[in-house]
């Protein structure tokens, strides 16, 4: 199945929200990744950070997906795109040898 990459930022009101409010996002963030692996799909979800180890980066998503509609509609219930929390763009990933991993077999 083809590989999809979602990149996201916060926007600037989500970074005036309080660490709390924040927070409580990040965990319904989290448990939407929970819940759609649990429903088959390979999904992976993290943020990034910078030499210093700092966060500020953004957060990057990986998924397996049929084709790019059903990813992009798994990515729409994100509850930080569906709270507006974030900026975001989602690509198909080829691999530049034309191979491609088959995540779906490490499902376990």
């Given amino acids: 199945m083809p590989i999809f990459i979602k990149k996201e930022k916060f926007k600037e009101k989500t970074l005036k929200l309080s660490n709390i409010e924040r927070k409580k996002f990040l965990i319904m963030h989290k448990e939407w990744v929970n819940n759609i692996s649990k429903s088959g799909h390979f999904i992976h979800s993290g943020y990034l950070i910078n030499e210093k180890e700092m966060p500020g980066g953004g957060g990057l998503l990986i ?18 795109i569906k709270n507006n929390l974030v900026n975001w763009d989602l690509h198909e990933w080829i691999s530049i ?12």
């Avoid at 998924?63 to 930080?80: G, Q, R, S, V």
Wanted: charged share 30%; hydrophobic share 30%.
């Fill in 63 to 80: 998924l397996e997906a049929k084709d790019y509609l059903t990813a992009k509609k798994i990515i729409k219930n994100d509850p930080m």
């Fill in 97 to 108: 040898d034309g191979s491609q991993p088959k995540f779906s077999n490490h499902l376990g």
